[in-house]
């Protein structure tokens, strides 16, 4: 992984110069809960302006970073991160809470998150996925494989929205996804098992054909939707 980061910061060097301001990374590599099958490397990469020269200039070093399997790094000014913080309080709350500085100025650190729209940015945020696992699960009903595919791939994401719920809740949540399933159980009473069984196929401790995906979405769905009520019941 570090040899991989340091290929892009000397691209990303390379194609800006003293127009860059930070390189950051965040997200799962940064808060050591990193799997190579399943997660990406997050970059945010600050810099002094952002116009069609930049985009240009970016152009082939984010399609490499593409290539191998990454999304292309958040562009964002000093000027656009400094006021942005209250639109994106779950993005910016988790970058404060694990970032790793890549190089040049640490831009996370001072930043102020406005919490004012943060629980019903959270409500949303889980709303939205649960919505949209059920649209593409009727799709996929009857194919054993994608259904499974189909939840191995929004786990991260929901365990992600979970922390940000206990924290709502005044919980101090841990970052490792089995960790934050355990606190969801002992605080909104969630049946921790169909999370831990799609942790445990993404880490290989189970076989996928040993799990009924049919069975295993009900439960999922159905302790997505107890984390929804218990932020709905928070005070608006």
């Known amino acids: 992984m570090d040899k991989v980061l340091n290929q892009l910061v000397e691209k990303l060097q390379k194609a800006y110069g003293d127009r860059l301001v930070s390189v950051v990374l965040y997200g799962s590599a940064a808060a050591g809960d990193h799997h190579a099958k399943f997660s990406d490397l997050n970059i945010l990469c600050v810099l002094s302006e952002i116009t069609p020269r930049e985009l240009g200039a970016g152009e082939d070093m984010f399609r490499w970073w593409r290539e191998k399997g990454n999304p292309s790094p958040l562009l964002l000014t000093e000027h656009e991160l400094a ?56 799709g996929v009903l009857s194919d054993s494989n994608l259904l499974r595919r189909l939840m191995l791939d929004s786990v991260s994401t929901f365990c992600v929205l979970f922390r940000h719920a206990l924290v709502l809740h005044g919980v101090d949540a841990p970052s490792r996804k089995r960790e934050i399933v355990e606190h969801a159980r002992e605080h909104f009473g969630i049946d921790p098992a169909p999370f831990q069984k799609l942790l445990d196929i993404r880490e290989e401790r189970l076989k996928p054909r040993d799990v009924e995906p049919v069975a295993l979405l009900a439960a999922y769905m159905q302790g997505i939707s107890v984390v929804i009520d218990a932020v709905d019941r928070l005070e608006k």
């Open 83 to 138: 006021t942005s913080t209250d639109c994106f309080a779950i993005e910016f709350n988790d970058m404060k809470r694990h970032h790793r500085l890549l190089l040049g100025k640490d831009v996370i650190t001072p930043l102020v998150v406005d919490h004012s729209f943060y629980r019903a940015q959270v409500e949303h945020d889980l709303r939205a996925k649960l919505l949209r696992l059920r649209q593409k699960a009727s």
